[in-house]
């Protein structure tokens, strides 16, 4: 169990609001969190980000030009404000806002700083630390995480540990090796409607819902779930009335997919099906895509380097497993700027509830972390 003087400290932060979109909140928390490093020996950089807080990069002011340089990353954004959820602990629990996502998180990164700096190894190290993460592929910070990553050799990603099994076993990590990516995109169909009463032909019966009715089956054919490829119509939008025909309906869509080389038969298909309506004289249907997110995919770098981290904590009598993930972090961008350098993810502390008022982080874990995460540094820049 951590001492007191750890747990307050981290409730400190626990306590500062910074939910997402908070633009002040979480720059207050980025002071603090600035105030928390302040003793080592970090030079920090405050970086300006359009319609949104700051993002915090900070670096070593020791390097060694001929070890790999490493990004530790995380993010201060929440969903909800600090006041929602009551601080509290009950047995190994820590409750709180951000408690798991990811606040906890942060707090035992720094703390690993601390101990890498004691021992005289805190060096190569870049720490970014996001304002947005919550946004998805929206992320403002998005092409500022790619044009980092081009600086890094390893890339650790702070979110959360075993995600997949919350309640195994304390001696038991995961790191996540690959994440889905997202292509999201509306369907827009228009027609002319009409009364539902007055028109009784089918051939004069056009209603855009029906045609929305077709095109959603038709989404459903484009996965491939051996792939892991999935199409949702998460919302949809239409109608006037009962008895009215409707003219106009929204479909808000997106596809999940892990493979790049699906991202191209994806959006052939959703050509084709624009294009299966293009002769209607009465129906006008229209695919937009919005925002994607390439995928974190595991290549042969990185599984070589999961077999050094699955030794490492071995000696640690860490149980540790690979752990794919279905929805997108920061870790996909970071892919998308280098794909070249190893990104793993996942190497946060544990917890539960995440993006709900119920959320907590398991105290016991935020040593493990430090441990493990200390570990895992200390060889990539002592050998």
Known sequence: MQNNKNLD??????EATSQHGDKNGINKVIEKVIYMMSDL??????????????????????????????IL??????????????????????FGSGAQDMKGCVFSLIKTLRDLNSKGLLKNIIIVLSPAEESGPLNPARKLIQTLAKEADYIFVFESTLDSEPNSKLNKRSVVLSRTGILQFDINIEGPGGHSGVLSKKELRHSTNIIAAEIILELEKLADYEKLTTLNVGKIEDGRARNVLSDSTKLECEARIVEKAEFSRIR????????????????????QELESCGPLTRNSKKQNYFKSMLSTAKEMGIELIDEHRSGGSEGNYFEEGNPDSIIIDGMGIRGDGQHTKNEYLLIDSIEQTNKFLFKIIEKLITS
Request: hydrophobic fraction near 35%; charged fraction near 35%.
């Open 9 to 14: 400290e981290l409730i400190e932060l626990l």
């Open 41 to 70: 020996p970090i030079e920090f950089e405050r970086k300006k980000i359009d319609n949104c807080a700051n993002f915090l990069i900070g670096r070593t002011k020791r390097n060694d030009p001929d070890k790999p340089m490493i």
């Open 73 to 94: 990353s995380g993010h201060l954004d929440v969903i909800f404000p600090a006041e929602d959820i009551k601080i509290r602990i009950e047995g190994n629990k820590l």
């Open 268 to 287: 052939a298909g959703l050509k084709l099906l624009e294009k299966k309506y293009s002769d209607n004289n009465y129906i006008d249907v229209k695919i």
